[in-house]
């Protein structure tokens, strides 16, 4: 019954010019994301060393550093994901535009991690069905008509071009969708929500190469409309999309810069001899 | 040396297989045996006489168990109605809201609490809960009660399988992968959302499998019921009635009432009962199960 409901809805439905809901508007200036003298340990011993960053709007920030330095950390802790981590503590600030994250109060907490999305390392489509999984986010802020959810559903579908491939299943389980349409469908139900950055965790790892390239050209596409950080293991990758680079080594960062300078010539002999893979 | 190997592995798999067969053997083996014990009643009396008769009469062969169908039924609904709610909130609080020093505590004293024997829980609901009933409870509501009630039964079953649920649901719900909870968080979900929407709706076949295990559980103690049921061989009306579950009928009358060879074959034919319905519930509970499981 349902599912003839959204069949037919959004066969009558013509391609009219789609518009996020009043809540998600985005502000007129993309905030950047700044982090100020921010240090983080877990049971005592520190993992993030008085870390001072400023992440660009509408650019593609990659974190680069080897294996155990601290980039999921920093990741996570930009959306206050750290927070779930037992044993956690953390002192310096951490803003989207001039509002704290790193200190803000629990309610405040939901709106901001709305603000941030994220895309994580391996899929994670949430027990329900594809068209639930999109529209999840926007029931939690508050988005109640079925009209306006079936709205928003197709048009992020198209988005990361998962419409045609899901239109005649959106009420079946989104486990069923293959790993890559999986992936896709994360990015698209984060940005459902509108955010203005999006995280991604090494997004692409575990995807195949035709798969990896589609997410990693959507990202492309979507930093004119949003603002992008992402972890990567893969320098290649970095030197493909990256816009800007912060280097990490040992939880404290290296090297900051825009991604031509960090990638042609990078300051710091420690950044050199990483990008060389003498350190990994 | 690869030829020893080899036999290991065929003895292993030989040995397994036995095990698995003699396991279900039993279980037909028992079946055919209660059968067998209670063929002289069913032979005199029909057995849907038997199910829906409500006359329980020995000595005048009148065996109707209708009231002990009943009893049971009403005592493992009381219980699972109270259990289930309980320790499914104990259960989300432990995993999604407790600090790790409150489940270090909590989890070894639910271990405790489910290995106690049912003996302890029956004392336990005479002492406190039957008295309660009696003085505080039931004036609001009749007239007269002992306290040895549905209710009481109900109350003392729900206390013995929450243990057993809580300890259940918490497996399920830490097997929930932080990722997805993450996913959910993301998104600006609160932990409550989160728990309903990622936590609970993932492990829903898990938690209708862990039911179906407590009720299985529920419906054949006997000890702690027996001690607080009250023992009434009538059809409960109300959860102030006393009633009779099958399992305290056969513990209460076996081996005292064997010179009424009718009587022996009746209660025998409790025991299959009690066997089938465990048996058809579990059976159809995998049924359901798997049609859950594909959604
Ligand atoms: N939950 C945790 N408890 C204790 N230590 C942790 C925890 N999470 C991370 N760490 C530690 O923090 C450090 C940084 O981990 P993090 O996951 O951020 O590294 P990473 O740079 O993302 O590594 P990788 O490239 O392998 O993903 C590591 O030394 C790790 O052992
Ligand atoms: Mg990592």
Redesign the interface.
Same mark, same amino acid.
């Given at each position: 019954m349902r599912k003839f409901i959204l069949r037919k809805f959004f066969a009558n439905d013509n391609n009219e010019a789609f518009v996020p809901d009043a809540k998600f508007k985005h502000p007129d200036v993309a905030p950047e994301l700044t982090v100020d003298h921010f240090n983080l340990s877990i049971e005592g011993s520190p993992i993030l060393k008085d870390v001072s960053v400023t992440i660009p709007a509408n650019k593609i920030t990659c974190i680069i550093g080897p294996s155990g330095c601290g980039k999921s950390t920093l990741l996570k802790s930009l959306n206050r994901l750290s927070d779930t981590i037992e044993g956690v503590k953390t002192t310096g600030d951490i803003r989207i535009g001039d509002t704290s994250i790193a200190n803000c109060s629990m309610s405040d907490l939901v709106e901001l991690r709305r603000r941030i999305g994220l895309v994580p390392q391996r899929p994670t489509p949430l027990p329900m069905s594809i068209y639930g999984n999109i529209a999840y986010g926007c029931k939690i802020h508050g988005v109640s008509s079925r009209r306006e959810l079936r709205k928003i559903v197709r048009h992020y579908l198209k988005v990361v071009g998962l419409w045609d491939e899901v239109k005649d299943r959106l009420t079946s389980p989104a486990t069923k969708l293959s790993i890559g349409q999986q992936q896709r469908l994360c990015l698209a139900r984060s940005l459902a929500v509108e955010p203005e950055f999006i995280l991604a965790d090494e997004a692409t790892s575990a995807l195949d190469p035709v798969s990896s390239k589609i997410v990693e050209d959507l990202f492309v596409k979507l930093k004119e409309q949003y603002s992008i950080v992402m972890v990567t293991h893969t320098l290649r990758q970095a030197l493909r999309i990256a816009d800007y680079v912060i280097f990490i080594y040992m939880g404290e960062v290296i090297e900051v810069g825009d991604a031509q300078q960090v990638f042609k010539n990078p300051k710091n002999e420690l950044t050199q001899k990483y990008l060389s893979g003498a350190i990994s | 040396m690869s030829n020893l190997r080899i036999i290991k592995d065929r003895t292993a798999s030989g040995a397994m297989r036995t095990v698995t067969i003699v396991a279900l053997a039993f279980v037909l083996v028992m079946g055919w045996g209660l059968y067998r014990k209670s063929a002289p009643i069913l032979s005199e009396i029909p057995l849907w006489d038997l199910l829906t008769d409500s006359t329980w009469q020995p000595f005048k062969n009148k065996f109707g168990f209708f009231p002990f169908v009943m009893g049971t039924i009403w005592v493992t609904v009381i219980a699972v109605i109270i259990a289930l709610p309980l320790s499914l909130f104990t259960a989300v609080f432990l995993t999604e809201y407790s @600090? @790790?020093f409150v489940r270090k505590i909590v989890y070894p004293a639910l271990d405790i609490l489910a290995s106690l024997p049912s003996v302890i829980y029956g004392v336990w609901g005479t002492l406190v809960v039957v008295p309660w009933i009696s003085d505080k409870l039931a004036p609001y509501f009749v007239s007269f009660s002992t306290g040895y009630t549905t209710l009481a039964a109900g109350i003392v079953l729900s206390i013995m399988i929450l243990p057993l649920l809580v300890s259940l649901f918490v497996e399920l719900f830490t097997s929930v +992968?932080?990722? &997805?909870?993450?996913? +959910?968080? *993301? &998104?600006? *979900?609160?932990r409550w959302?989160t728990a309903q +929407?990622?936590v609970l @709706? !993932?492990s &829903?076949p898990g938690v209708f499998a862990s039911v179906v295990l407590a009720i299985s559980r529920a419906l054949g103690e006997t000890i702690a019921v027996l001690m607080v049921c009250g023992n009434l061989p009538a059809v409960p009306h109300s959860v102030f009635d006393s009633c009779y579950p099958i399992p305290a009928l056969i513990a209460n009358n076996y081996g005292e009432m064997l010179s009424l060879p009718m009587y022996e074959s009746a209660l025998m034919f409790a025991a299959l009962l009690l066997f089938v319905v465990v048996l058809v519930f579990n059976l159809a509970s995998r049924l359901v199960l798997r049609k859950i499981e594909q !959604?």
């Open positions: - | @600090r @790790r +992968s932080n990722e &997805l909870r993450d996913s +959910s968080y *993301a &998104l600006g *979900a609160t959302q +929407s990622v @709706r !993932k &829903l !959604k």
